[in-house]
């Protein structure tokens, strides 16, 4: 019996073949110039692409030579070296591309990138009028050959084939690249069920966004694709949180003032950054503040209004960055004015080591921010403008970059595989970052927020849907500090679109550095807490449930 799980993987192993197909083609009757190109781009869907899974699927004959034909493919141990691929594959894939009659066409049109809000809306159109997408898809593709309208968005969702289940599959992907039009076809027209809900096994178009943008495949091995997968995880995540609904943009704010739930002072002075640990049981989850003139790490056990004793350790003398590794139950910390970064076991405390980056810079305040790219994690640790890069199981230093503007935190955005760092000093905005430091465009920019912010860009985190954090659609927003001394701006933006949403003030809330949130349900906060420093000596914290009703955040 076919499933539409099992539908999904079968459109999923015939696109693969298809798109590698019709770029080979394209390459086989291009020019030199043309033909490098063309098999950059073959080689770089190679990449994208981790076939992991689909093997396991035992279909027809058919479909079963496609999958092994992928796997063998898309599994080479050198990825990039063109003389490692049979020449028996090549010729059946460009064998393929030109039965499937490929044009030199796509290699161009194939770019969510160059999709328009027209083109998405014509569609909208032709569905309201034809009623299903195999009649969209249809007249899009007699509209292309009669005057040349519509042929990009056909090129992305039709062409390849005008299943309904590949359609989806597309438009869900362009959904989850910010495209909110895509996402109101996907929402009306698809049966999301039927879309497969593990958005690393997701088909992106050949020119698309990578699972592991700025990896640089076989060099930096902390980031590099998983190019040999399990062969034993063949079912999407369980629960209606999963990956399978793309999460929708949210609609602007303006301002919202709310009162703290508590505002509290502990031991340490001149406190600057915020952690949670979530322990199993949210009733012991723990707040950690940093302090950086003196030489005590605050620990708050839940729900973060009482103090418990300070924790000190001879590892630092000040501390500024702080930064809880939840999979592996463990808490950094840097020591400013040192190259060092402490790392300790939780929730024991117990000393572990000592990462040292080799930074020179006598920086006050060195901050955290972690990354996982598939099994691997990098360690960032930022010193006023620059950044280093390490492999936080062994301390390797994997790289370094420097920034053209001041920075103070730093949060990564685990699907994306970026970095958002607002601009601390000269107001530009929030930059985005690859992990080497390469800008991170949506839709041709890498900053957002420019003439947003009155003062100092702080404190930066993201809020992720579902709600209850522990599984990850796309959606969400980023809350950034605006560090007004009179009252913090928390200013808001949408995490698909990185459009400005709006402002929340908390009452009595001025010169914000830190900022962080937990997303853990909790009996006192059953959505999760949102905290921020408060001028340099306190912290208060509201209810994430508040702040969402407010504004009008709730996840869709």
Avoid at 3 to 25: D, F, H, N, V, W
Avoid at 264 to 276: L, Q
Avoid at 369 to 377: H, Q
Wanted: charged share 20%.
């Amino acid at each position: 019996m076919e499933t539409p799980m099992k539908r999904t993987y079968i459109l999923q192993a015939e696109s693969i073949i298809i798109q590698a197909g019709c770029y080979l083609s394209n390459f086989l009757r291009m020019g030199s110039k043309t033909k490098r190109l063309a098999m950059q781009r073959m080689l770089r869907t190679k990449l994208l692409i981790r076939s992991r899974s689909i093997l396991l699927i035992r279909f027809s004959s058919l479909e079963t030579l496609k999958l092994q034909l992928t796997h063998k493919i898309f599994s080479q141990e050198n990825a990039m070296n063109i003389k490692k691929i049979h020449l028996f594959t090549l010729c059946l894939l460009g064998w393929v591309g030109l039965m499937m009659g490929c044009e030199a066409r796509l290699d161009s049109a194939n770019n969510n990138s160059e999709i328009t809000n027209d083109d998405f809306s014509l569609l909208e159109t032709l569905l309201a009028k034809y009623g299903t997408i195999d009649e969209a898809c249809n007249e899009l593709d007699t509209l292309c050959k009669s005057n040349g309208e519509g042929c990009s968005i056909y090129d992305l969702f039709c062409k390849i084939s005008n299943d309904i289940d590949y359609v989806c599959l597309q438009m869900h992907n362009a959904c989850r690249e910010g495209k909110q039009k895509a996402c109101d076809i996907f929402s009306s027209s698809c049966d999301q069920s039927s879309v497969l809900t593990d958005s690393s096994l997701l088909v992106p178009d050949a020119g698309g966004v990578s699972l592991d943008k700025g990896a640089v495949p076989g060099k930096d091995s902390a980031i590099a694709p998983d190019v040999n997968p399990p062969q034993h995880d063949i079912s999407p995540p369980s629960g209606s949180d999963g990956l399978g609904t793309p999460g929708t943009a949210f609609k602007p704010f303006g301002t919202v003032t709310l009162t703290p739930e508590f505002n509290v002072n502990g031991a340490g002075s001149n406190v600057d950054s915020m952690a949670f640990y979530e322990d199993n049981d949210p009733t012991k989850s723990i707040m950690f503040v940093t302090a950086k003139s003196n030489a005590k790490l605050e620990v708050w056990p839940y729900p973060f209004t009482k103090e418990a004793t300070a924790f000190t350790d001879s590892c630092f003398s000040t501390s500024n960055g702080v930064l809880v590794d939840q999979e592996a139950d463990l808490l950094y910390v840097t020591a400013p004015k040192t190259d060092k970064v402490c790392v300790y076991s939780l929730p024991s405390m117990k000393y572990i080591k000592t990462i040292q980056t080799g930074s020179s810079i006598s920086s006050i305040e060195p901050n955290l921010a972690l990354m996982k790219k598939n099994s691997n994690k990098v360690l960032f640790v930022s010193y006023d403008r620059k950044i280093y890069s390490l492999d936080p199981a062994t301390g390797k230093n994997i790289g370094s970059f420097s920034l053209g503007h001041d920075l103070e935190t730093m949060y990564p955005d685990p699907l994306g595989g970026f970095l958002y760092i607002p601009d601390e000093n000269s107001r530009t905005g929030v930059h985005a970052y690859l992990p080497d430091g390469t800008p991170y465009k949506k839709a041709g920019n890498s900053i957002f927020g420019a003439g947003d912010f009155e003062a100092d860009g702080e404190g930066v985190w993201l809020y992720t849907c579902p709600a209850n954090g522990t599984s990850d659609n796309g959606a969400g927003f980023i809350i950034v500090s605006d560090q007004r001394s009179t009252l913090t701006d928390f200013e808001v933006y949408d995490r698909m679109t990185w459009t400005h949403l709006g402002i929340v003030h908390l009452s009595g809330v001025s010169n914000t550095d830190g900022i962080a949130l937990t997303q853990q349900a909790s009996p006192q906060y059953p959505k999760g807490v949102f905290v921020a420093l408060d001028d340099d000596t306190s912290v208060a914290g509201i209810g994430l449930d508040k702040m969402i009703q407010a504004a009008g955040l709730i996840c869709k």
